[in-house]
């Protein structure tokens, strides 16, 4: 077989008509041309015009100095099948440490995979199996992963790790994780292992959406405890929406997360948290002019970091709990973060605490911030049923009620019970009750978070049926623009705009010191404490030491 710089797969036995199986044709290609590349050192590329190529019952054992290019999103599509062998998960292409033995001295490189489909509906494994992936290779050098749409795979969609000097761009994936019940490794749209080149990794991930997937949409994650955390990682302009969460930083150093969009992510929207394989979290990380909103939980989650990490001129807005998080997951490092800095950030309209800290930190500096209208979880408990109520795949509607608009923001709502919170007969639930989070509501609509990333409705067993019981619980309190539930050594928060002009005023305070807190030392200066709903300030705890001066209200 001749080995061309550019072979033209259907010269070479792919068919693509959805039915044959395109494996052992593409992998004969790849490998003679891959021998070709290692005889003379000049990369090869296969092109493949449009069709639909089975991929059945193997991967494709990826060799380096070979490329994928393809015809286009929608028109090339490779379809991924595993009906022969239900136990295998079949990833397009794969080249790992534990199967093939990849490394730093046993890589790939000088590979282009670019304008195709992966279509991974067809593999359903007996277990989950974290390497169901659409691409699985690990240790790439100088690769480029551009203009790809992968969805439906069992697990992560592009899940390739240790890239160097590497670009992600415009890489679209949906619906991966498909197996994941949300809470196991892998099943992301765009999941990324680091740590294997050492301390430094050149990887940017531009131009990226990851959307629906079952567990974040992307996340950069540190492989092995014992190694360093790799700095030279960039996540620009990509777009994360109704994944587990959105953006996460388990184990990179000095992250950059630059004009991204993270909206209607499940848990959080940018987290940094000790979730991945390591339990180690990120650190050193700068997240800059994102618009972080209408997350079913936190727009920010932060914890597990001995820090230091800055969020500036970010849009922090109309989540489902707090605005920024400051917790530790058990098992992660729990030693105070130092140096965490929010800087000229707008922070409004979520549900509970503007900033809440519940974890401790030494020497943050909070400055510059408008925090304004938080705590719009403000309705009191309500419930209902009956004539007027009906309910839509991811709504509640109650043409007799006239709630506090945006006042269930991140409630839990029940539905089946009747109003005294027996079960309802007919009530389309299957006579037990069920449960959904409220994103938002009107007057009298309220909007539901799908069941699980991807799902088109929020009902696990159909859509409820007419007047149909339901119950919300009441409004916490109080519900402060910054709180601090933790330790606080040598704060500087200077110069932040933390009021409520609403109506009604949903933030109580503009700051409170709750009970288990200590607040030692530090500045608290030139702040405009006014115009929340109840007092400037609220202290539990007294704080001890430090200047508080020339703050309005």
Sequence with gaps: MSAPLTAHAQEYGLVGDGTADDRPALQKLVDALG???AED?????????????????????WRSGVSLVGAGRGATCFALANPGAPARPVPLAWFTTAQHGAGRDHHIADVTFAHFEIDGRGVVTEEYEVLAKGLGLQYVLRGRFSDLYIHDTAATGFGCDFLQDTVVEGVLTERCGRQ???EKMGGAGIGIGVGGWGPVERLAVTDCTARGNGTNGIFLELQQEEWVPPRGIRVTACHTEDNRYGISDWGADGLLVTGCTMLGNHVAGFDVSAQGTTSVGGRGGLVTGCVI?????????LGNTPGPYGFHGNRVSNNGRYGYWQHNLTGGDQEPATDIVLDSNDIHDNALDGIRLDAPLHEPAIFGNRIRGNGRRAAPP??????????GPLSLTDERADWLPGGHRGKELRVGGGPGGGETEGAGTGGSEVTAVVT????????LAPRRPGADTAWPDGIPGPGTAYRLPDSPAPRA??????????PYVHGNRVRDDGHPRTQVHAVWIAPEATWTGGRVSGNDFSGNGSAATRFDSAPSGGRWRDNAG
């Design 41 to 61: 050192g000049r990369p090869r590329t296969v092109r493949v015009p449009a069709g639909r190529y089975v991929i059945r019952d193997e991967p494709v054992l």
């Design 481 to 490: 623009g910054l709180t601090a539930a933790a330790a606080v050594t040598h």
């Design 35 to 37: 021998d070709a590349t």
């Design 180 to 182: 994941d019940p949300g």
């Design 293 to 301: 909103d209408g997350n079913a939980g936190d727009g920010i989650a």
């Design 382 to 391: 309500t419930r209902g049923g009956g004539e007027g109520v009906r309910c």
């Design 440 to 447: 938002d509501n009107t007057a009298t609509r309220l909007t």
